[in-house]
């Protein structure tokens, strides 16, 4: 992680600030870079942060048995870990309506004509948890009132550049120079 400020004790309480934040949000260990730029007198607030990627999305037939009744017009799930059964039934809730979805015990759940293919249905998704996470961490960073904010993601890197007022050219390329660098070397600043 590096904290670049012309001021070198609000450099150290900025860097202290964000790790207690990425601590809280328990996503330390999934940062692979983190960059800020701050400078309060222009103002300005940039960052930079890379990510490791999440375990892949789990599906209904991870954690389950389907078996489709075509005469009856019911499926039934067998559950064999009830880890993602609350996921699984808010989800069929939302998408066949609550009446239509049954458990009859904690491990069998019937849906009554199903209108969606649910056999191959994500019900939890790694990948879409920590991006949210790391939203909220990366707006929780940002300091109050820089509520202009310009928004760059690739892949698994996010840039936010905000300010109190219009983003200037040339905060934008100070964002695009810091994203170069991040992706030139993505194993340099790894946080620990």
């Not at 601590?23 to 800020?36: E, F, M, P, S, Y």
């Not at 939302?94 to 491990?107: C, I, L, P």
């Not at 934008?172 to 120079?177: L, V």
């Amino acid at each position: 992680m590096k904290v670049e400020c012309y001021d070198e004790t609000g450099a150290e309480v900025y860097d202290m600030v964000v790790r207690q934040i990425l601590q809280d949000l328990q996503i330390t260990r999934a940062v692979k870079d983190l960059r800020v730029y701050v400078d309060p007198r222009e103002p300005v607030f940039i960052i930079v942060m890379s990510y490791e990627k999440a375990a892949p999305p789990v599906r209904l037939l991870d954690f389950a048995e389907y078996e489709k009744d075509r005469a009856a017009g019911e499926v039934f799930l067998k559950i064999k870990d009830e880890t993602y059964l609350p996921e699984l039934l808010s989800l069929l809730w939302e998408r066949e309506g609550r009446n239509k979805v049954h458990q009859s015990t904690r491990s069998e759940v019937i849906v009554d004509d199903p209108q969606t293919d649910i056999r191959n249905l994500v019900v939890h998704n790694p990948e879409e948890d920590l991006r949210k996470k790391i939203y909220d961490a990366l707006f929780r960073i940002i300091p109050e009132g820089l509520r202009v904010v310009d928004h760059y993601s690739e892949g698994n890197l996010i840039a936010l550049t905000a300010s109190d007022e219009t983003i200037k050219e040339e905060w934008t390329k100070k964002t695009r120079e810091i994203i170069e660098d991040m992706k030139k070397n993505q194993s340099k600043y790894k946080i620990k």
